[in-house]
Nanobody
Framework: QVQLVESGGGLVQAGGSLRLSCVASGSIFSIATMGWYRRDPGKQRELVAYITNDGRTNYVDPVKGRFTISRDNAKNTVYLQMNTLKPEDTAVYYC???????????????WGQGTQVTVSS
């Protein structure tokens, strides 16, 4: 059983910062890509950023230069540092990880339960 648990969401004023964390636990043999997605009410979930197991990163245009994704492989943890937040960043943020539970199993997609980020103007 693999579990992803996010933390760090909350309410912040525009221009402020938040740092999200996501810890993967349980039966984990290896983790490939880890990432963050978000969903506004009434919209589809969209990619925010991802990081590969060798540290390569990718960001969607609206967050480039403001958000930074990082990971600690020893702790099975991924972070999202969000600076200069805008009201349009308001959403539920979800952690995603592509994990191989055992040495002979394939990789599977796992998701956290989501954490609310609200940016007031």
């Amino acid at each position: 059983q693999v579990q992803l648990v996010e933390s760090g969401g909350g309410l912040v004023q525009a221009g402020g910062s938040l740092r999200l964390s996501c810890v993967a636990s349980g039966s984990i043999f290896s983790i490939a890509t880890m990432g963050w997605y978000r969903r506004d009410p009434g919209k589809q979930r969209e990619l925010v950023a991802y990081i590969t197991n060798d540290g390569r990163t990718n960001y969607v245009d609206p967050v480039k230069g403001r958000f930074t994704i990082s990971r600690d492989n020893a702790k099975n943890t991924v972070y999202l540092q969000m600076n200069t937040l805008k009201p349009e960043d308001t959403a539920v943020y979800y952690c995603n990880a592509v994990i191989r539970p055992g040495p002979t199993t394939p990789y599977y997609d796992y998701w956290g339960q989501g954490t609310q980020v609200t940016v007031s103007s």
